[in-house]
């Protein structure tokens, strides 16, 4: 870190928790969220999965009760708890404020990967192939909660971006149909971003998986940044399809080249990426989570990279 700050822009050392013995800590952990699912932890310092679902009947969506925005801002997988005051956290954007950083707002699990939360995902395509009504009903329920917890967000003059988390994708193809995707969720990704360029900050959506056939109508709904994931998406066809429209930020392939990739293998990729996605004026930037069993030599690779063709520019 101390060779290639520029990679690690926010690190604060105090923040990292040592464990008695090094390697993947293995835990057994459950959450309950303010929409009812129940996440079950497995392994500590990631994410949980989803446990219980509230509508795991979809019968039961009628009298599925989500909070009210003004109770409080949710956290995602209700880790450390399932919400944090509104105060707590315009504070922790004051924060942010003084030391000179971006002041993110995040709408954890959007749309449709907030419905993957709350239905179990064979369930849940299923319904929308069809156009249950009972899906159509569960997906009000979540944008008008979403929706109020965006306008109290909007109080707080000063949020530089807002990030919209939604996985469309699956492995090789997107979960949903782009007819549906059309149908049900573009209309209200439309009016959620109108909203936030009404604040005068940036849009900026996420979605893992492979989405290059929905990618012309989430650009049409009219984001700034896409994050998407390189190799199960192609670089190629992210530069016929995205270079020049949308700044992309690109996710480095996390399940092959981060944690078993050669130092070459991981320099030809960075290269590869930024000769093939960037401009003299900008429009790139790079994504690169690590997870086990990363070892710390590739994480050292990919900070090289970084320097080599995205700072230095060789």
């Known amino acids: 870190m101390k060779r290639y700050p520029l990679t690690f822009p926010e690190h604060d050392p105090s923040t990292i928790v040592f464990d008695d013995r090094p390697g993947v800590v293995f835990e057994d952990r459950f959450t309950r969220d303010v929409y009812g699912t129940v996440w079950r932890f497995k392994i500590k310092g990631l994410g949980g999965e989803p446990y219980q679902y509230p509508l795991d009947d979809l019968n039961k969506v009628r009298e599925w009760n989500l909070p009210e925005p003004e109770a409080g801002y949710p956290i995602g997988y209700a880790d450390p708890k399932p919400m944090i005051s509104w105060e707590e956290l315009f504070s922790y954007f004051d924060r942010l404020r003084e030391q000179g950083r971006l002041v993110v707002f995040s709408l954890h699990h959007f749309l449709f990967q907030k419905l993957m939360d709350v239905i179990p995902l064979n369930k849940l395509v299923y319904a929308i192939y069809r156009g249950d009504e009972r899906i159509i009903l569960a997906l ?8 109020g917890l965006l306008r109290i967000a909007k109080r707080y003059r000063g949020i530089h971006m807002v990030a919209f988390l939604e996985d469309l994708g699956g492995q090789e193809s997107p979960f949903i149909r782009l007819q549906h995707f059309r149908k049900y969720f573009l ?3 439309r009016k959620f ?5 009404d604040m005068d900050a940036l849009i900026y959506f996420h979605s893992d998986g492979m989405v290059m ?20 998406n192609g670089i190629e066809n992210i530069a016929q399809k995205l270079k020049g429209r949308v700044c992309i930020d690109l996710d480095i392939d996390r399940q092959h080249l981060i944690p078993y990739g050669t130092r070459e293998e991981i320099h030809s990729h960075i290269k590869n990426a930024v000769e093939k996605l ?3 004026s900008g429009g790139l930037m790079l994504h690169i989570e690590v997870y086990p069993p990363t070892p ?8 090289e990279a970084c320097y080599t063709y995205c700072i230095h520019r060789r």
């Open 296 to 303: 710390l030599e590739n994480i050292e690779y990919l900070a």
């Open 140 to 147: 009000e329920k979540v944008a008008e909660y979403q929706y």
């Open 187 to 189: 209309p209200y990704y």
């Open 193 to 197: 971003f109108d909203e936030v360029r």
């Open 213 to 232: 056939p929905l990618v012309d109508a989430i650009l049409e709904a009219g984001i700034d940044i896409l994050n998407i994931q390189d190799t199960i």
């Open 278 to 280: 960037g401009t003299e």
